[in-house]
T-cell receptor, first 114, second 111 residues
Framework: ETGVTQTPRHLVMGMTNKKSLKCEQHLGHNAMYWYKQSAKKPLELMFVYSLEERVENNSVPSRFSPECPNSSHLFLHLHTLQPEDSALYLC?????????????FGPGTRLTVL | DAKTTQPPSMDCAEGRAANLPCNHSTISGNEYVYWYRQIHSQGPQYIIHGLKNNETNEMASLIITEDRKSSTLILPHATLRDTAVYYCIVRAPRAGNMLTFGGGTRLMVKP
């Protein structure tokens, strides 16, 4: 248990569906991250939030929409996804962005787009 | 941030030390070396980090060469549960500077 939980753990959706991934951290951190891990590819950073403000958006398509309502919760809203979006989506948190901060990762949501 | 080079895979016998190398020949003076690992179907887990001195914690030891162009992560007594992908990452400690994961080394600990 890392103190970062993600739900659901597995999700299958059609290309026309709308769904949301949820991440919650119980560590009192103030920064949260979404990563994507496709098969046989390195982890790709998607979004970063610090103090509930988005500070990084790595050219992610608009069909992925993040939301950070408070420092403990992070959502990734999904709509009209493509089969190539099937991947493991990982959430992480840290205390601050600078310094030698350690990131704590959740277990991930395994997404399959049909 | 400087790039890192790691062997794609390694084997280690259970109970023996696992030594995972990492090359970072373009590392800058203020860049730290971080190690994370990812056990199958789980999120990455922080292991250790260092700047220039050798570091040790309950999980592993990190040996950084004097010129800082390479480092070695040592798991002193590898167990089957240490089978994972190990990532070596170089990063400067400034705000907005993110971790960049490469391909890592897939360590297989065998009985």
């Amino acid at each position: 248990e890392t103190g970062v939980t993600q739900t659901p753990r597995h999700l299958v959706m059609g290309m026309t569906n709308k769904k949301s991934l949820k991440c919650e951290q119980h560590l009192g951190h103030n920064a949260m991250y979404w990563y994507k891990q496709s098969a046989k590819k390195p982890l790709e950073l998607m979004f970063v939030y610090s103090l509930e403000e988005r500070v990084e958006n790595n050219s992610v398509p608009s069909r992925f929409s993040p939301e950070c309502p408070n420092s403990s919760h992070l959502f990734l809203h999904l709509h009209t996804l493509q089969p190539e979006d099937s991947a493991l989506y990982l959430c992480a948190s840290s205390q601050g962005l600078g310094g030698t901060v350690e990131q704590f990762f959740g277990p991930g949501t395994r997404l399959t787009v049909l | 941030d400087a790039k890192t080079t790691q062997p794609p895979s390694m084997d280690c016998a259970e109970g023996r030390a696992a030594n995972l190398p990492c090359n970072h020949s373009t590392i800058s003076g203020n860049e730290y070396v971080y190690w994370y690992r990812q056990i199958h179907s789980q999120g990455p887990q922080y292991i250790i980090h260092g700047l220039k001195n050798n570091e040790t914690n309950e999980m592993a030891s990190l040996i950084i060469t004097e010129d800082r162009k390479s480092s070695t992560l040592i798991l002193p007594h590898a167990t089957l549960r240490d089978t994972a992908v190990y990532y070596c990452i170089v990063r400067a400690p400034r705000a907005g500077n993110m971790l960049t994961f490469g391909g890592g080394t897939r360590l297989m600990v065998k009985p």
